[in-house]
Every structure is written in C-alpha cells, then in structure tokens.
C-alpha cells in the first residue's frame, strides 16, 4: 500500500507545457483598428445615428477586450497560464504577449539565484562540531513543479540548502592528518560535487536545478578551536621533527661512510657511537652547540 501510495504521488506531479498565447504586436494593431473604427463611426452621428451608436459600442468593446490581454515578458522570465485554477501552460517567449482576459498569469524568474546560507553547526564524521556555510548558485527549469508542486519554492530551496549542508558535513571528518580520507578541508572540489548532486536530488521536485555550490565556510566550532589548533600544531611540530631525524640520519651515515673510505680517522664502536650522538645533537638541536676543542690526543 505505501509503495501504491508512493507512485501514486510520483504521478501527480506537475510538468511543465508551452501555452497557447498570441503576438502582443499583432493585438496591438486590432486595438488601434477599433479605435479608428470608433472615431469615424462618430461621423455617421447625423446620417446615421443607430448605426454609429452600435459601431461605437461594438468598437469600445473590441478596444477594452484587447487591452486587457496585454503583458509584457522581459528575458529568462516565463509565465504559467491557469484557467479557473487549472494548468494551461507556460509561454517563454519573451516581448509584448496577448492572452484572453480570463485567462490567469504568473510570471516566474528563470534568471540564476546566488544564495549564501547560514553558518551551521554541524558534527563531522568523528563526531567534532563544526561550522558550515555554503553558498548555491540555482535556477527554476520547470515553472509548473515551481509553482503548483511547491507551497514557496523559494522557502523550500533555503529549507533543502540547510539540510544538505548538514548531511554532506556529517558525511566526512573535518581533516585527516594522515592524509588517508576525502575530508571537508582537503577535498574541496570532490565535496562540492556531492554536495551539488544532493541538492540537485533533493530539488527537483519543485522544478529546480543547482549550476555550482561550495562552501564559503569550514572551521572547527569555538568551543573545540583552540584545542585542535594545539592538536595541529603538535602534529606538524612531530612531522617537522621526524623529518629532520630522518635527514640527520643520513646525513651522520654519510659522514662515517666517508672518513671510512677516505681513512681520515679509524673509530672503535665506542668513539663511532659518541661521534654518532654529538652529530646527531648539532643537527637536530634547536640551538646552536658550542664546539669544544680537543687540544690533546684523540683517545
């Protein structure tokens, strides 16, 4: 029964259909005829005048009709024609438009909408709250599903903006310091994209599409910020030492390699490993050692 239901509503959804409307120039033309019929109709007045008062009427009436079917349709704006509250179709083409009277008109924007939401928080994917904003980029493609589907579809898109913001940023940790996942800092344009797929899915029951998304803004919450700025930063101090044993290293096994072959010095294991332990202490000192001469014999 709910899968019925389901589909049942699926089919109920509006789609959007070109509308029967006529050139506004053309109109423009019949309108000024009946002016002029009416105006030469006053001159039968004196010869004629049942038939002047007829063509007069006949002729204020053409002109009222006509004039009240007039609208004016600039680029990248559509209007939805209903009659009585029923769908009749949407008419795109842009200039001076003529309908019958009794037909209803809504004009809606196609042009692009630029929105920036608002700062969110949000708990990534180990659990660390964050704050979030995104900014979206979107455009009505169907004024049907925009217009009959949807109460306010521009309450909705701010709705469904929130909400897939939410969902993306709980999707991902906020950074990865080993550099073995997507994350919401160091994935920019994988994110966006997912991001942009989410909100495409999630509004396109009301006739609209996303051309870009991205985050505007991506920190850590107040509360945790100051903790994981620390937490980086001991991170990068232990990277920065492990590289700089890691060179140490090489270069003390360079240096022994050396007075080897070249037969500079013949060291035990003793003077090897003390010669070891005061290289290592100058390359990876944080201070300048103060050298201190040995004026005796080496042993």
Same mark, same amino acid.
Request: glycine fraction near 8%.
């Given at each position: 029964?709910?899968?019925?239901?389901?589909? %049942? /509503?699926?089919?109920?959804?509006?789609?959007?259909?070109?509308?029967?409307?006529?050139?506004?120039?053309?109109?423009?033309?019949?309108?000024?005829?009946?002016?002029?019929?009416?105006?030469?109709?006053?001159?039968? $007045?004196?010869?004629?005048?049942?038939?002047?008062?007829?063509? $007069?009427?006949?002729?204020?009436?053409?002109?009222?009709?006509?004039?009240?079917?007039?609208?004016?349709?600039?680029?990248?704006?559509?209007?939805? $024609? /209903?009659?009585?509250?029923?769908?009749?179709?949407?008419?795109?083409?842009?200039?001076? @438009?003529?309908?019958?009277?009794?037909?209803?008109?809504?004009?809606?924007?196609?042009?692009?909408?630029?929105? $920036?939401?608002?700062?969110?928080?949000?708990?990534?994917?180990?659990?660390?709250?964050?704050?979030?904003?995104?900014?979206?980029?979107?455009?009505? =493609?169907?004024?049907?599903?925009?217009?009959?589907?949807?109460?306010?579809?521009?309450?909705?898109?701010?709705?469904?903006?929130?909400?897939?913001?939410?969902?993306?940023?709980? @999707?991902?940790?906020?950074?990865?310091?080993?550099?073995?996942?997507?994350?919401?800092?160091?994935?920019?344009?994988?994110?966006?994209?997912?991001?942009?797929?989410?909100?495409?899915? @999630?509004?396109?029951?009301?006739?609209?599409?996303?051309?870009?998304?991205?985050?505007?803004?991506?920190?850590?919450?107040?509360?945790?910020?100051?903790?994981?700025?620390?937490?980086?930063?001991?991170?990068?101090?232990?990277?920065?030492?492990? =590289?700089?044993?890691?060179?140490?290293?090489?270069?003390?096994?360079?240096?022994?390699?050396?007075?080897?072959?070249?037969?500079?010095?013949?060291?035990?294991?003793?003077?090897?490993?003390?010669?070891?332990? %005061?290289?290592?202490?100058?390359?990876?000192?944080? @201070?300048? /050692?103060?050298?201190?001469?040995?004026?005796?014999?080496?042993?």
């Amino acid at each position: 029964m709910v899968e019925s239901g389901t589909r %049942n /509503t699926a089919l109920t959804l509006s789609r959007e259909h070109g509308a029967t409307t006529s050139s506004g120039y053309a109109m423009l033309l019949v309108m000024l005829l009946a002016l002029a019929v009416g105006g030469g109709a006053l001159a039968l $007045i004196p010869t004629a005048p049942a038939l002047a008062l007829v063509t $007069i009427v006949v002729a204020t009436l053409v002109f009222l009709f006509v004039a009240c079917g007039f609208y004016m349709q600039q680029p990248n704006q559509a209007t939805a $024609i /209903t009659l009585f509250g029923a769908y009749k179709g949407t008419d795109r083409t842009t200039g001076l @438009r003529w309908l019958m009277p009794w037909l209803g008109r809504k004009k809606v924007s196609l042009r692009a909408n630029n929105m $920036i939401s608002e700062r969110l928080k949000v708990n990534d994917l180990r659990g660390n709250p964050i704050e979030i904003a995104a900014q979206v980029v979107w455009r009505v =493609t169907d004024t049907a599903q925009a217009l009959f589907d949807i109460d306010d579809y521009k309450a909705f898109v701010i709705v469904q903006i929130e909400a897939a913001v939410r969902t993306i940023g709980a @999707r991902y940790p906020y950074d990865d310091y080993e550099h073995q996942e997507v994350t919401l800092r160091g994935n920019h344009d994988q994110v966006g994209a997912e991001l942009r797929a989410e909100l495409i899915e @999630r509004l396109q029951t009301a006739g609209i599409t996303v051309d870009e998304c991205g985050f505007t803004h991506l920190a850590y919450a107040p509360e945790i910020a100051g903790a994981m700025l620390r937490r980086q930063q001991a991170q990068a101090v232990v990277a920065a030492r492990a =590289t700089l044993v890691e060179g140490a290293v090489g270069m003390v096994e360079m240096a022994l390699d050396l007075l080897s072959k070249k037969g500079v010095v013949e060291l035990d294991d003793e003077r090897r490993a003390a010669m070891v332990s %005061n290289l290592m202490v100058v390359l990876c000192g944080e @201070r300048d /050692t103060q050298p201190v001469v040995n004026a005796g014999t080496l042993y």
